[in-house]
């Protein structure tokens, strides 16, 4: 199905299931412990060895040699493969890096051996037996110190973009500005910090390969895996029915694939590999830190006249930037516009995608410089967001949004939230030994169309088996294809069976990018409209004006059961959903208000978030239970992004110090309240036949700048760095009587 | 504790536990963890590996009827202990009452802190119900009550990535309502 024109009324309007609050139909398996993850496949593999990656100490040079007669001698130890022996292998899709292979290291924990034993002791015990040496070089991983050798960058997922995105005269309109805005703002380093690591069970037989692994996108991790080991993708299977979150982390493959695939082959039996904990934050990927410029000229109302947004961020040689400014090119109206990007070198773990990449770090300055842009103007804030939307895109302003509602949700969550009670004088609000403040911001976040295939079949019993490559991360997908395929065919969610994370099922946009559910619910949407032609055929129905529901088929007076149409076999469907132009002719997008409650202990500085809410628009949301998660887990983590997430660089030796769950902190109980979250009810027909948008990343965008910006609402003090860590208020502290 | 050295491996040690009601006798490397002697020489992987540092809380079960995280702790130190693990407390077609609640109340997204996290809440019931005093009680000589800050403060040591903490402190109070 390609959908290239804006959609009509359809099956999915009804919203007999779809857009209803159904239970995780794979709730019961996750609460029992019964879902299988990538590491735990005693169901497939009877007896695996034990794989144990050691990771690089130096942040750059070679290696020269490794010395692993000991570790090959130990007990229990079937293989030692060092990188020595083997050539480097291609990087996968999305990455620039080397996973195994070569003497090069070029960041600390590269993989650099695999410790191959009958049992996983024997193998981490093996490991620290190895002796390597290096010829290091001077590593390059300070962002401040690098930027300013940094250079110009286009942004990797936004071609269209120049890159140095000029419109009017931006100099021009700050020097005019009655009231202007130049600050310097910065985010760090973060880690996903996913509770499953990266893990690979992996067995050959007969040349071929099969790999049970936590993957986000099956079909990149298929294909980057072959191509790393010269295999003919027909000849690799990969399973990810279940996995223990990714934020990004997964999209990419990582060296425990590869490693397991390498170790099994070595040692001729199913080898499994976890990267070990400590290894993730410096082996794997990291959301690359950024330092951004924000310049802001505004008219006496408070109309922006220029936006100028300049972001530097580092990344290994080759590797790409974080698009900070991404969200500024669409936000807010100005005619005067000037955004662009540079890229330093790091010898650091490779920055790549983590939730709302772009957005996410753009919005925590924007944001700020919004909420500081307000108080100079002496406008309300949320004021001052409504008084700067655009309904167009500024670059191209024959291009409307398909649907955009952010005044809707700025204005609703400021009722929501009373807003009217928040005292704009900083510093002014007391509850005992706690300042209190409210802060708040925009979210915006880009909707992608992906390609995304499904096949449905009828089964002779009336149920429906759905099969698509698609992954369930935790974003609830099992649950929403169970509601279309439902919703389509006019049966109840339970008659409906849902296989994922195959790759020998269609191929599926996967999760990601905050993609996954409305173009893998689209895909199935496809293969259930060819189901329904075939059903209707079967059974003598003009498939235009037939209807499905309550497990009949209906035309005008005439009906019959849906499951007579598979009475000589099952009948299936397969289909993909394709795109046209719609998102160039529109922008896509999604938006939200975040509203933010934080008290600060006046003596102390602590600060505890008290409550939060935030008003999301997002097109049709498709099960309202599973999208309210989503965005009190993204919230969560912009409460992180606010308060404590930070990865620390040993600028010595080129290594995240704070490399483990201990060391680098992420909100637990204690730090969350009752969180809030309301849909507006705008399904977008441009979006595609669901009329869905992305709902994963949105609850991100401006989670941390509302929490930021009721920080100074509480205090007074602006803390542009973040994260705002007590020990950036301390002295800053309003004087105690 | 039975104690075997078996010729070219480091040590073994003979465990005998009660797990989940069952009695099960292990021949262990005496380096195995609870965890592992949980997930690989049991094979029961409900309970998760998350960081295997005792930093997130994923690998919590119930040795004796108090939590603890299965991987700090080895195996041969539990010889004749009782052990629940989240396939004890309940089945997909027989669920604890905060299994059900998990469920209902939406309480996680990729379920691998999952089971930990309702093991720490089935033992933070306990404590409370037992007069177990934690970091947020006010009084020390007053009964326990599970008030939202009490919840939190014993929830903590178990992390959420997905960020299912509000909800999962409803469905906790959501059983302890009711019993």
Redesign the interface.
């Not at chain 2, 094979?43 to 997130?56: E, F």
């Given at each position: 199905m390609h959908f290239d024109t804006s959609a009509g009324r359809n099956p999915i309007d009804a919203q007999t299931i779809v857009g209803r609050p159904h239970r995780r139909i794979d709730g019961a398996l996750k609460v029992t412990g019964t879902a299988p993850y990538a590491y735990e496949r005693h169901d497939a593999v009877a007896d695996p060895t034990y794989g144990w990656i050691v990771g690089a100490s130096i942040a750059r040079g070679r290696v020269t040699r490794i010395d692993a007669a000991a570790a090959r001698a130990a007990p229990g130890v079937l293989a030692v493969l060092t990188t020595l022996e083997y050539d480097a292998a291609p990087p996968g899709f999305r990455t620039t890096l080397t996973l195994f292979g070569g003497a090069e290291v070029r960041h600390y924990h590269q993989a650099v051996a695999l410790v191959v034993a009958g049992t996983f002791e024997e193998a981490r015990a093996a490991a620290h037996l190895l002796r390597i040496d290096y010829d290091s070089e001077p590593a390059r991983c300070d962002l401040a110190a690098e930027a300013p050798k940094s250079e110009p960058i286009a942004d990797r997922d936004g071609p269209d973009y120049p890159v140095v995105d000029r419109i009017g005269d931006v100099e021009a309109a700050l020097a005019a500005a009655p009231v202007t805005l130049d600050e310097s703002y910065g985010t760090p380093d973060q880690t996903h910090a996913m509770m499953e690591p990266h893990a690979t069970t992996a067995a050959w037989r007969d040349g071929k390969l099969t790999i049970w692994t936590s993957a986000q996108v099956v079909s990149w991790h298929r294909n980057s895996l072959a191509q790393a080991l010269g295999l003919a993708k027909e000849d690799l299977r990969l399973e990810a029915p279940f996995i223990g979150g990714g934020f990004g982390s997964k999209l990419i493959m990582r060296s425990d694939a590869l490693l397991a695939a390498l170790g099994a082959k070595a040692v001729g039996r199913p080898c499994k590999v976890a990267l070990q904990r400590p290894l993730i934050a410096n082996n794997g990927t990291r959301r690359a830190g950024t330092i951004q410029r924000i310049r802001l000229g505004a008219d006496r109302d408070g109309r922006l006249t220029a936006i100028a947004h300049h972001s530097v961020n580092g990344n290994l040689p080759g590797a790409f930037a974080e698009a900070a400014v991404a969200p500024t090119r669409l936000i807010y109206a100005a005619p005067n516009r000037d955004l662009s990007m540079r890229l330093a070198t790091l010898d650091l773990a490779e920055g790549n995608d983590m939730r709302a990449p772009g957005e996410a770090p753009g919005l925590m300055a924007l944001e700020i410089a919004m909420d500081e842009m307000a108080e100079r103007l002496g406008i309300d804030p949320v004021a001052f967001r409504i008084r700067n939307d655009t309904q167009v895109d500024p670059r191209r302003p024959q291009r409307r949004f398909s649907e955009r509602h952010l005044i809707e949700c700025l204005e609703l969550g400021a009722d929501r939230f009373g807003w009217a009670r928040r005292n704009p004088v900083p510093g002014s609000v007391s509850d005992g030994r706690w300042l209190v403040g409210m802060g708040v911001a925009a979210g915006f976040r880009q909707n992608l169309l992906m390609p995304s295939g499904a096949r449905v079949r009828l089964e002779q019993d009336g149920r429906l088996s759905v099969e698509t490559d698609m992954t369930d991360i935790g974003t609830g997908s099992y649950t929403i294809l169970a509601q279309t395929a439902a919703e389509m065919m006019g049966v109840p969610i339970e008659a409906v069976t849902v296989r994922l994370g195959d790759s020998d099922y269609p191929e599926a946009a996967g999760s990601g990018g905050q993609f996954g559910a409305n173009n893998a619910t689209s895909g199935l949407y496809a293969a259930c409209t060819t189901l329904r032609a075939t059903v209707a055929a079967r059974l003598g129905f003009d498939v235009e004006d037939v209807v499905f529901a309550d497990g009949m088929v209906t035309a005008g007076r005439r009906s019959a059961p849906l499951l007579d149409a598979a009475k000589d076999g099952p009948l299936t469907a397969e289909d993909r959903i394709t795109y046209g132009d719609l998102d160039k002719e529109f922008v896509q997008a999604t938006f939200g208000a975040q509203f933010a409650e934080v008290a600060v202990d006046r003596f102390t500085g602590e600060m505890r978030v008290r409550r939060m809410l935030a008003v999301i628009d997002a097109g049709r949301v498709l099960n309202p239970l599973t999208a309210r998660s989503q965005v009190i887990g993204a919230m969560t983590m912009g409460v992180g992004s606010a308060l404590m997430e930070a990865l620390v660089v040993d600028t010595r030796h080129g290594f995240f110090i704070n490399h483990d769950l201990g060391g680098y902190e992420v909100p637990v109980h204690a730090d969350i309240p009752h969180l809030d979250v309301v849909f507006l009810d705008h399904p977008d027909p441009v979006s595609s036949p669901m009329k869905a948008k992305g709902i994963g990343e949105i609850g991100l965008c401006g989670a941390a700048a509302a929490v930021a910006n009721a920080v100074h609402n509480a205090t007074g003090i602006r803390v542009r760095d973040y994260p705002i860590t007590l020990d950036k208020l301390l002295d800053r502290l309003p004087r105690v009587a | 504790m039975a104690r075997a050295q078996a010729a070219?491996?480091?040590g073994s040690v003979v465990v005998a536990l009660t797990v989940n009601d069952e009695r099960r006798r292990l021949d262990l490397?005496s380096?195995?963890t609870l965890l592992?002697a949980l997930?690989?020489h049991l094979?029961?992987?409900?309970?998760?590996?998350?960081?295997?540092?005792?930093?997130?809380g994923?690998c919590t079960v119930l040795v004796n009827g108090v939590r603890i995280n299965a991987c700090l702790s080895l195996a041969a130190m539990h010889d004749g202990d009782v052990v629940t693990?989240?396939?004890g407390?309940?089945?997909?077609?027989r669920?604890h009452p905060v299994?059900?609640a998990?469920?209902?109340h939406?309480a996680?997204?990729?379920?691998?802190?999952?089971?930990g996290q309702?093991c720490s809440a089935v033992a933070v019931l306990a404590e409370v119900e037992a007069g177990v005093p934690s970091h947020a009680t006010g009084d020390l000589t007053a009964p326990v009550t599970l008030d939202t800050?009490e919840?939190?403060?014993r929830?903590?040591?178990?992390?959420?990535?997905?960020?299912?903490?509000?909800?999962?402190?409803?469905a906790v109070a959501d059983v302890a309502g009711r019993s």
């Open positions: - | 070219g491996t480091m490397d380096r195995v592992d997930r690989e094979h029961l992987t409900g309970t998760k590996k998350g960081c295997d540092h005792g930093h997130c994923a693990t989240i396939e407390l309940g089945r997909p077609d669920l299994q059900a998990f469920i209902a939406d996680f997204q990729c379920g691998y802190c999952t089971p309702i800050s919840l939190r403060e929830m903590s040591a178990n992390i959420c990535r997905c960020g299912a903490y509000s909800n999962i402190a409803e």
